[in-house]
Structures are given as C-alpha cells and as structure tokens.
C-alpha cells in the first residue's frame, strides 16, 4: 500500500480521537480519545519512517510515545479514581470547584 | 423503530468491506492485510465512540491498539508492533479497564445528537482538509513497491537505546519519567479522601 | 646543602598544600569527628604536624638563602618569590582570555618571602603545639570535636592570609578568620555545664562586633586604593603608590585610606579604642586565647601593616607611632591592677602589640623590629598562655591568682617555661624578647634623633616605661602564682602537674621563645649589635633606608627620604648603645620592684594603692573605657533616639496632622466629585464590563469536550483560512 493510505487511516483515527473526547461526557474517553490520537500519530512516525528511506528515527519516536502513553495512562488513572472519591462522579464537567 | 445498534453494526460490515475492498484493488492479495488492520484500526475507534457501555468501549479499543500493531509489523517495524501489544494492549489498556471497573456505569451518558454531529463535522471538516492537503503537498516517498527490504533488526533499537551518540539521553529521560510518574500515580491514588475535604474548609472564604 | 635550594616549580606546589591539608582536616572533621576514634583530635594534630614540617622546610630554605644566596655582581639577592614564577596564578572573576587588560581581571597567587616565610613557619608551629596542647586541655569537653574542627580552620585562615599576594584574598581570610574567633571565643556558651554561657557569648559577641568596625574600616581603606590604582595585589600597590608619590607627592586621600587602613588594624590587633574586645576574649578556652594572642588573630593585623607599609604616608604613621606608645603604656597599667591569670596576659598582649605597632610607625629599623617582635612575641605569648593554661587546668579552673601560690613544686614543668617565657618578655638578653623589644626602642632613639614628630617623642618616653612596668606584672604574676606560701590551702592541695601532651608542648615552645631572638650561640652575639636572623633574612642588615629585601624594587617614600645611608647607619649605631642600656635599666627595675612587694615583701602593694586610691581605681576599672563607651556611645545613641522621638511625635506629626486636616477638607469636594461624575463613569465601565462578561461566561464554562470543540474547531477554521488564502 502507498503512503498515502496509511497517512489516510491515522487522519481518520485522530478525527475519531478528537469527536470522543468532545462528544462524550465521561472523563474516562477523555482518556480513550488521547489513546487513539496518540496511536494516529504512532502510524504516522512509522510509515513516514518507512517510505522515507527506513532510518531509525521514526520507530525511535513511536517508541518513545508508547513510553510517554504508559506513563500518562497511570497518573490519568490515580487523578480520575480521586476525582471520583471526591465529587463521586466521573464527569469532568462535575469537577468544578475553581468555577465557582 | 429502528434498532440503532444494527444499523450501526450493518454500517461497520460494509466499512470493512470497504477497506477490504480498497486494499485489494490497490495492492492486490497484500492489500487485504491492510484492509484488515485498517478495519481493526477504524471499526474499534468508531465502536469505542459509540458504545454505551464504557467497558465494551474500553474492549473495543484493544481492537484499534492491535490494528496499530500490525500496521507497524505491515511497515516493517516488528520491534514497535511487538511494543505495541505488549505494553498497549497489554498495560495501558489493562490500566483502562481497571479505571472502568473503579467507576459505575452510566448508559444515559451517550448523546446521539453529539456522537452525530460530532463525527458529522469532524468527518466534513478532516476530509475536506485532507483532501486539500494531499492536493497540494508532494511528499518525498518511495514507490510501494520499490520499498527496500526492512533492514532494521530489534538488536539495532538495543543498540541505539545505549549509543551515546543516539538515544541514550531520551532513553534515561523517559525511565525517569516513568519512575517519577508511577510512584506519583500511587500516592495520589493512595490519598485518603479527607485529604481533599478539609481542603476547600480551611481555605478560608 | 642542594636540597635546601627553594626551587619555585615543586614548592609552590608544597606552599599551596600547606593550607589545603588542615582545610581537608576540617572538612573531614566537622562532617564525620564525631564518629571518628578520639573524635578526631589525632587526626587534625596529625595534619598540623605535616603542615609545621612543610612550613619549617621552606623556611629553612629561605633562611638558606639568605645566608648564602648572591647574586652575580656579589650582592645579596632578596628572598621573594611569586607563584607566577611556577605558573600558579589563578583568574576567578575572568579568564585571561575573556578580559586580559581589564581592571577587573583579578588573580590571585602565592607570595613567599622573607616575612611570608616567617609569619608562616610562626603560624605552623604555634597551631601545632596548640593542637597538641588542647588534646590534653580540651579532654571531656563536649564538644571536643567542633572545637577541633574550628580551630583548624582558624589556622588555615592565617596560614591563606599569609600566603595571599593581594589584599583582597587577605581579607577574605581575615573575615574567616573573625568568625573563627567568634566561634571560638564562644565556645563555652554551648556547654550546658559551664557557669559562664552568657558571659561567653557576650565576649564572643562583643569581640565580633568590635574588630567588625576595624574591618569596615580596612575595607574602604583598600578600595579606595583600588579606586585609584586598579590592582589589589601588594606588589602592584607599592609600586603604583611610591611612583604616584615621587610625582605628585602624598595626596590627603592617600593619608585618608592609610588610616582606613590602619583601621582594620585597630580592630584586629587590639589598639586603643578598639582594644575592648581582647581581654573579654579571654572567656573562650585557654588554647584559642594562646592562638588568637600569639600567631594568628592580632599578629594578622600587625603582619598586615607589614605588607602594606610602603603606601602609608607619614602622617599615618606617625599615627601610628602614637596610637602603638599609647597602647602599649595604657595596657601596662592596667596589667599591674589585674588579679586575673589570664587576664594579665591578655593585657600585655595588648600593650606588646602596642610596642609592635609603634616600632612599625617610626618606620625602618622599627618595622623590621615590630615584624621580629611579632614572630618572638608569638612563641613567648603562646607558651605563656599554654602555661597559664596548664596552671589552670591543674588548679582545676581556678583563675584567680590571689588563691595560687607556692605551685613552684606541684607545677615544675610549667614553672620552668613560665619562667623562660617571662624572662623572654621582660626583655632580659639571651632571650627573644630582648633582641625584638631591645630595637624597636632603638628606632624610636633613631627617630628622634633624626627629627621626630610628636609621636615618636611620646613613644620614646611611652615605651621604655611600659617595658618596666612589663617587667613588673610578669613578675607579679610569677612569684603570685609559684612562690611563697598557698593562699588558698584547697586549691594547692589538689593540684598537678598537666599530662605529657601540654608539657611537651610548653617545653618545645619555651625553648623557641628562648631562642627565636638570635642565633646567638654562633657568634657570642649576647648584646644583639650584629644582624639578627630576622634582618638576615629580610636582606636589611644595616641598609634601613630602602628594604629593598622586604619590598623589592620600591623605593620607599615615607621614612628616611633623603637621607644619607650613611649617616643613618651611624645613628643607627649610636642608638643601639643607648637602647641597651636603657632597656636593660628599666627591665631591671621592674623585676626589682616586683620582687620587693611580692617576693620579699618588703614593700606593701596595699598601701600604694591607698596612696594613689583614685589613680588605682581608674585602672582597676580599665580606665573606665566600657563604661565611657556605654555612657557615650549606647547612652548618647539613647539620648539621640529620645530626641528624634521627640522631634517625630510633635514636629514631625504636627506638620502630618496639619496635611492630614488640609486633606481631609480637599477630600470632602473629592469626594462629592467622585460619587457624582467619576462612579458615574467607574460604573459605567463596571456595567459594560459586566455585559460583556456574562456575554463570555457563556463560552467558559469550565466543560473540557467544549474547550476541546473550540479548540478543533478553531483548528478547522484556521487551516480553512490558510488553503483558501
């Protein structure tokens, strides 16, 4: 398959990545959504390694980005199960406080 | 009235078709391993997006994670397709799912309307974008099928993880992170609710 | 004799370790002495013995050289070297490369001469000895290992400013140094069991504060030389200031910083009025009053007057002269009133610090005399202080001389060196202090009789009587404490002889203050008319016009100027007799007198002090000159704050209330003017603002799914507007 295709399956991941985290209301998608955007951008870095030459650099970042996603997913993770012993609710929106 | 949740499985069937399709008319036999993967890949986010239950979405989503995956084998990147399952399907979502389970369920949450709308706009919005912009730019690529063999062996990401010419800054960097992020996940998951709500009473109004 | 050949490649590099060693001592000690075996003192002991050895090898080679070295025309070349020679200076504000002509360029290196090597060697051995006599006096102290660590910083202190070839690293040193002292003087004031905290941290405090007045002073004194001159090393500041002087003769600004200068010397080395601090030092251990009296604190600002004597014009020194022989009398007379062990000695440091800082006034023969005396003065003094150390520590804390007496058999060992010492500060030839005393009271002979000022007529006078009345306490405090029958039958029964450490030290000391004044045993040298070592080894024998050995390549202009060598060297002569006979005379009459009252018994000291009863009180009271300064400077700073507050409740107030009651009526129209137009117009925005915020509220709505709406929305928008542009 030609590059193209491949550019054209993450452009649809991101897109679907951001419609999740705007369309719904559970802070859990949220984390969903940066998942599938983050994996578009995965695509992107080892198909442009591929048909640029095939270094090391983009499978280098791809690597890297799984390794920030791990981390992000844990930390994400303990702050939702706070936010849900406080405000008992999974909503980012019931997370007001500062608001007020 | 109609059952939404067939119409939308129907229309899944007929993107994978369509994938399927795609690829086989553009590559031949190959294709059909990228229609596979790129069904995988759009069918589990699109099923994520829609579900109204959050544990079928997180489930749904270890079908994106492991079309990514081969997608990256496709690519001839086996080192972060192996990655990918391993630390993706294998940890982050299991992480997910842990949240999942954490919290209740709630089935009035989804919004059709949003769902809709959303994919409507983001859909017109990228793919007109897209379209311009492969219109416009020239990418300096390789032809499909003049790709060399993929040369880069899991014993050379080894190598460039501990180069000191290459990796090795990043490499240390990204283990502190991660040491840093996981004792900071556990203390704050560790915290004791009361910690928050004597908060906001001594912060004197 | 080849290796006794000062080569400046290796030994610098041996000059350089020469503080290093004791600064690693103390950082090993004050982060880990508490857990060392012994606390660590066998440590620091150990360290300031290699030091002293390094220091007494590189003296022993500058000694050599002046004894043998000549140069090619058959003269005399001076000791002086500079670590430049070895390619050891050092940039720290700049690199060379950065700013190579800029004043601000500042280097520092090692400057090692003949008085370097001296004071050094002094430094070394004295901290040493001192080291090894606290291991016996310090024992059971609770805080045994601090007191170490700290006075081996004390010593690397001395040791920096001695080697320091600019004035600025020698007052980073001398600022070290001052808090060394404080900390030490204070020492007690964190002992639980002692009796005396608050009076310690009072001293320390008070010793701070005091020599901090003197080192503000040095300060400006030096920058001001930096102002004019761009340079702080030594070697740059003679020579700028004699060239400077030889053109445009001495300037008032140049008198100005000199006494600035000297100023720091008042307060480090103890001269009226800043003598205050000293004999309230002596709260902090015996052993750090023998340091701080004998080789480092007050020897640094006499060393200092030393470095810096050529920019000193002559009206600073003849400054001087006054306040050294004013000093010097002064303190004498306190020291006859003083019951106190410690207490006379500290006196008398002071007043032979007077004597020190009068001979370096007069200049020529008096500066080399009061460097001499400075180094014979250091092992005397130390040995007195260890002495009067080991008398206390036998007596178990007992300070007071009234309840000694009859310690001659108990004490032997001590007695012995006490007596040494007191003989060597009385003046008595063979001696050191004889032949360090005997000259500066030649040079004020000199001085005069090659027209003097008022100053040096007054030290003339000044000086001799205070040797004399040296002579007479130190004797007092001999035949008090030793002699005659004990006054107080508890304290003489229970006390002993101090343990080897302290003894050994006293011995080894005693026998230097014997023998530092001359190397007499070679020449039979007993009346001291040949060079000492000391001019030997500054290259000055009987050449005082220019010190060339000392400075060189400056031509001093501030003493001697214009006069024939010649003739000075006859004068020279001709003082010499009558400075001995004069020193000899009044020695012995003090010794006399002191034996008479205390010893025979013949006369009663009583009784002159109901004859003289006011003049007694004055100096047992030290003159009143705490209580002068508590009356006038505390009190008249009192008086100062009640006036000004005064002032500010009716004057100053007044002049606020009156503005405050204009203001207030301005502020009635104000404020009638305000509630009518301007929060007319205030709340006009206010409502606007207020429209246009409700208005926006709608979009922040704290909700992250709109913000990431916006966001992308945004980011549609912004890429539509750029491929249809």
């Known amino acids: 398959m030609a590059l193209g295709a491949y550019v054209a399956v993450s452009a649809a991941l991101f897109a679907l990545g951001l419609v999740t985290i705007a369309a719904r209301r559970n802070i859990l998608y949220v984390l969903f959504g940066i998942e599938m955007i983050l994996n578009a951008a995965n695509i992107n870095f080892v198909a442009f390694n591929r048909f640029n030459g095939d270094g090391m650099d983009g499978r280098m970042f791809a690597i890297f980005v799984i390794i920030l996603a791990a981390a992000e997913a844990a930390v994400a993770l303990a702050i939702v199960l706070n936010v849900y012993h406080l405000f008992g609710s999974t909503k980012p929106s019931d997370a007001d406080l500062l608001r007020e | ?205 | 004799m080849e290796f006794l050949h000062f080569d400046p490649a290796t030994d610098f590099k041996l000059l350089l370790a020469v503080p290093l060693i004791p600064l690693t001592g103390y950082l090993i000690q004050i982060f880990f002495g508490r857990k060392l075996p012994r606390k660590g003192d066998w440590l620091l002991t150990t360290g300031m013995f290699v030091t002293m050895m390094i220091t007494l090898l590189l003296f022993a080679k500058a000694l050599y050289h002046a004894y043998t070295g000549h140069g090619d025309d058959g003269h005399a070349t001076p000791f002086w070297h500079h670590s430049s020679e070895a390619g050891m200076t050092w940039s720290w504000l700049f690199q060379d490369s950065e700013a190579p002509n800029s004043p601000l360029n500042l280097t520092v290196g090692i400057l090692y001469d003949g008085l370097g090597a001296s004071m050094l060697a002094v430094v070394g051995v004295v901290s040493f000895f001192v080291h090894l006599f606290s291991m016996g006096y310090m024992k059971g102290d609770h805080r045994y290992h601090i007191f170490f660590a700290n006075i081996s910083l004390f010593t690397v202190a001395m040791l920096g400013l001695v080697l320091s070839d600019n004035i600025l690293f020698l007052f980073v040193f001398w600022e070290v140094m001052g808090l060394m002292s404080y900390l030490l003087i204070g020492h007690f004031s964190h002992d639980p069991k002692s009796h005396r905290i608050t009076q310690a941290a009072a001293a320390c405090k008070k010793a701070f504060l005091t020599t901090r007045i003197g080192d503000c002073c040095l300060f400006i004194g030096f920058m001001m030389f930096y102002l004019h001159y761009q340079t702080f090393s030594f070697d740059g500041l003679w020579q700028a200031t004699t060239q400077d002087v030889m053109v445009n003769g001495w300037q008032s600004w140049q008198t100005t910083a000199g006494l600035f200068l000297f100023g720091g010397t008042v307060g480090k080395s103890a001269q009226f009025p800043l003598h205050i601090w000293l004999p309230d030092a002596m709260e902090g251990p015996t052993p750090v009053s023998a340091m701080i009296h004998a080789a480092t604190m007050v020897a640094a600002g006499v060393f200092l007057l030393g470095r810096l004597y050529p920019v000193l014009s002559p009206d600073v020194l003849t400054v001087i002269t006054g306040v050294g022989a004013l000093t010097a009398i002064f303190a004498a007379t306190i020291g006859m009133t003083v019951f106190d062990i410690k207490g006379v000695l500290a006196y008398s440091t002071i007043s032979q610090l007077g004597f020190m800082v009068a001979g370096i006034g007069t200049g020529g023969l008096g500066l080399i005399a009061g460097l001499f005396h400075m180094v014979t003065h250091a092992f005397f003094k130390a040995c007195l202080f260890l002495s009067a150390g080991s008398v206390i520590h036998g007596c178990h804390h007992e300070q007071d001389m009234r309840k000694m007496g009859g310690l001659r058999k108990k004490m032997p060992v001590t007695f012995m060196c006490m007596l040494v010492c007191t003989l060597a500060i009385s003046g008595i030839p063979l001696f050191s202090g004889f032949y360090s005393k005997d000259k500066i009271v030649q040079s004020t002979i000199m001085t005069n009789e090659l027209g003097g000022t008022w100053a040096s007529s007054f030290a003339g006078i000044a000086l001799p009587l205070a040797a004399s009345i040296t002579a007479f306490y130190m004797f007092r405090l001999i035949f008090m404490t030793f002699f005659g029958q004990p006054r107080d039958k508890h304290v003489n029964d229970h006390a002993h002889e101090s343990p080897l450490p302290m003894t050994i030290a006293l011995t080894c000391l005693a026998i230097l203050g014997m023998f530092a004044g001359q190397f007499w045993l070679s020449n039979l040298d007993i009346m001291g008319s040949h060079p000492t070592w000391f001019e030997t080894l500054l290259g000055v024998s009987h050449d005082y016009t220019n010190l060339s050995g000392l400075y060189p390549g400056v031509e001093l202009q501030n003493t001697y100027v214009g006069l024939d060598a010649a003739k000075v060297e006859a004068v020279s002569h001709h003082a010499h007799s009558s400075a001995v006979v004069l020193s000899l005379s009044v020695a012995s009459l003090g010794i006399i007198l002191a034996m008479l009252m205390y010893l025979f018994k013949r006369l009663d000291p009583a009784k002159f002090t109901e004859t003289f009863a006011p003049i007694y009180r004055t100096v047992l009271n030290k003159y009143y000159i705490d209580e002068f300064a508590n009356k006038t400077v505390i009190r008249g700073s009192m008086v100062l704050s009640a006036v000004l507050k005064w002032f500010d409740g009716f004057i100053v107030d007044g002049i606020v209330l009156s503005v405050g009651r204009i203001n207030k009526a301005l502020g009635f129209f104000a404020a009638w003017f305000d509630k009518t137009f301007i929060d007319g117009l205030v709340n006009l925005v206010g409502a606007v603002s207020n429209g246009l915020g409700a208005a926006l509220r709608l979009l922040q709505t704290g909700r992250i799914q709109q913000y990431v709406s916006f966001a992308v929305g945004g980011g549609l928008l912004t890429a539509a507007w750029l491929i249809l542009s």
């Open chain 2, 1 to 205: 009235m109609v059952d939404l949740q067939k119409v939308f499985y129907s229309g899944l069937a007929l993107l994978a078709i369509a994938l399927h399709g795609w690829g086989l008319a553009s590559a031949g036999p190959a294709g059909l391993a990228f229609g596979g993967c790129a069904t995988l890949v759009l069918g589990g986010a699109l099923m994520c997006l829609w579900e109204r239950s959050v544990v079928r979405s997180a489930f749904s989503l270890m079908a994106t994670f492991t079309g990514c995956a081969g997608f990256f084998i496709l690519l001839g990147a086996d080192f972060v397709g192996m990655a990918q399952i391993l630390i993706y399907v294998g940890g982050i979502l299991a992480l997910l799912l842990f949240g999942v389970m954490l919290s209740p369920p709630d089935m009035a949450e989804r919004k059709l309307a949003r769902v809709g709308g959303g994919l409507l706009v983001m859909g017109l919005g990228v793919a007109w974008v897209s379209a311009k912009v492969a219109a416009s730019v020239k990418w300096a690529q390789l032809p499909a099928d003049e790709l060399p063999a993929p040369s880069t062996k899991a014993e050379d990401i080894g190598i460039a993880f501990i180069a000191p010419d290459q990796y090795v800054v990043p490499f240390e960097l990204a283990a502190v992170l991660l040491t840093v992020a996981l004792v900071a996940a556990v203390y704050i998951a560790r915290r004791r609710i009361s910690d928050f709500t004597a908060e906001p009473d001594q912060g004197g109004r």
